[in-house]
């Protein structure tokens, strides 16, 4: 059996702690099985695939700009497969079963189990998956989907509505897309269920219809024609068209965490970070990434989250309006997890000649290395404040130290790896300072 | 007839805006003439002076750390007498008047009013300082008081109370210090005043006392001595001896800006700095010195604050409680206007070994120059983001600009003078990473 996690999103709506390189179901926020390690959205399911025994083999589905955040919180225990570009659910879907069928070998006849990344759930959630694999594994039905039963008649959600029981399972009469309140009542009251995108099928059933789309030898053939699938969600392409669909219900708690007033809902700690509430206050939360204090005094109902990208403060119930600013107040990612380790900018100018300054502060991992490259349109100077580590600067090895400098000019090739933590404070000066002006070279660091 | 303005206070209760460094008094927020041109309380106090013709001659009484404030918002205009410690008003006062007699040379009959350069008032409160100016002059009394009238029962305020009127002013029968408010409510009755700390005498009347406590040939010798005066204010040392007071009343606008809510009641502009607010929240006003965007959603009654040294959220009425956290949230100085220019705090860091870093962003205004310096605990790196200078190490000059980085070993004498607007990125590291750390030189830039 394989799970496949989707991992997407834009992160809009957790704004400043999240952006486009940081989803919500990264945010180390939900209080973790030791309290004192709070794991994210993405975390925690894992952690729950864990324990319910369903990690035999994991997948992430994602795009290029979470791929480092995927492996800096998951290790290397999954797999990951990545869209060359955005496209929808069911493109993505497409691209993970050809990896596990022409990648990865697996047959035709093996289980898949499709899930979103960053359901707030508990175990019973698990167990229905279990159920959904082995009404595949008898073939009750081609494609299973799991059936959330209802708390509120919500507008928000699709449904899911049965049509008798067969074979033990509910049979699916037919999905219906967000309705507005009165027919989510109705449909409650026949019996109709969530669509929590939690799908169960064989592997050959979805590369049958991908291959309709794309038809490749191998799965590079297939990513590299991945503008040749239609930008559709699984739900229309797949869901909707199955000639035989199963139900397994979940009754249980079941959650999208999507703003900041649900997510608040869940935590256990009222202040991440640097924070002092003065006690006369109430319903609070408060959430400092920014290496400064913050002190709150008799705020009520309130959301306060600062990062190096922003800062929000909204009153609890009105923060889901966040959404239609966050565009407006984007900025270059102003704080990344990479898989070397992590930065955050502290400063940038930009003289009114359009010369421009960025300046970053730099931690890699011991062990860890960022790639052998050069860039064209700036020189960096690096100060060492922590650690030690290994320099190349075009192709000529140098220990490094806390304490040293080192000055990199336009166009020379380099590269950094630590032996202990290592942190600099990298001031970068030229024109158009954009993460993308990169050349990356192969670099052996055995040699 | 001379001006004293005394500059003093310790910045807690408009943290995080106001420090040691830069008390409320140099808060550029208040409406200014051009209203474009936010002004501070000590620069309003400064023009409504010149405004009714009072600026002869201007001495701003401050501490040390305030010193490189005053000159950078009020210019060279002004003198300045700096305490050499802090003590109290009555010493302040004396070191002033002795800097007038025995500096610059005044004679005992010049008319000398001590007021605080921070009032928030109007042209009538310096129409009240010209009468005790003319009462001081015709020899009505030995000191002059001016008499707020009173717009409640205050416990906050000293009393003066008066006592019939002789020669065109009210006598004075004694001070009362802050007394509960029925003591208040029935001192009103009586016709006392509020005591705002303005005062006129002659400059041979304060001589003659201040040297009973230190007696000296120049003002030099004088302030070397300035712990042998008492730490003792005005008020009790001065006032409530005199023999012969009087008063002249001031009827009309007269407020304490201290807190985050009398402040904010008098600015015409809700936002200062990147912020955007939604539309639905009301009553609230936020200051942004962070180079980084801050939204609020829907928020009531609240006053926002955040700057290198930190981030209030307070509900607005019960702003004045920062004052107790002041002292602990207090950080070393993350922000400071020095008389070349400013700096910021950006990143600091301190490893497991005590190894530190420090790194800020510098800007030298058009034809200043920092001192000719050097270090014992510390390297410094520059790297130049904007503007042209001149960078001096241990003699040799070069000329520097935009993009050029230069490293100064700990040790080395340095010196930076900028030709046009100067801003760079100074990365220090090693141990004991304070402003302490100097060693000054006298260097000749003309040579």
Known sequence: MHIILLSGGSGTRLWPLSNDARSKQFLRLLPGV???????????????????????????????SQQDSVISQLGRDVNIVTEPTRRNTFPAIC????????????????????????????????????EMAAAVERSAAELMVMGITPTYPSGKYGYVVPDGEEDGVIRVKRFTEKPDVATAEQLIKEGAKWNGGVFAFRLGYMTDISERFVN???????????????????????????????????TGEWKDLGTWNTLTDELKIQAYGDVTLDGTGKNTHVFNELGIPMMCIGTENLVVAASPDGILITEKCKSENIKQY??????????EERRWGFYRVIDHTESPDGFCSLTKRLTI?????????????????????????????????????????????????????????????????????IEEDIERFDYDWEE
Not at 38 to 55: A, H, N, T, Y
């Open 216 to 250: 490749a030898a191998s799965f590079a053939d297939i990513r590299n024609r991945y503008e040749d699938f239609p930008k559709i969600s699984f739900d229309y392409e797949v869901a909707e068209k199955a000639e035989s669909i199963g139900m397994i219900p979940f």
């Open 365 to 433: 991992n011991p062990g860890c290395s960022i790639s052998y490259q050069r860039h064209f349109c700036r020189n960096e100077v690096w100060t060492f404040v922590e650690g030690e580590g290994i320099f190349v600067l075009d192709g000529k090895r140098r220990p490094v130290k806390e304490g040293d400098t080192v000055v990199i000019p336009l166009g020379s090739k380099h590269s950094l790896k630590a032996i202990s933590s290592l942190t600099f404070i990298e001031v970068q000066t030229g024109s158009n300072l």
């Open 34 to 64: 030791d309290s004192l390690q709070p794991e994210s959205m993405i975390q925690r399911v894992v952690r729950q695939l864990k324990e319910s025994g369903l990690d035999a083999d994991m997948t992430v589905a994602t795009s290029l």
């Open 326 to 335: 966050a565009e407006i107040l984007k900025t270059r990612p102003m704080f």
């Open 95 to 130: 691209l993970a079963c050809e990896y596990l069928s022409k990648e990865k070998g697996f047959g035709p006849d093996e289980t898949v189990v499709v899930m979103p990344c960053d359901p707030f759930t508990e175990p019973g959630y698990f167990e229905a998956i279990k």
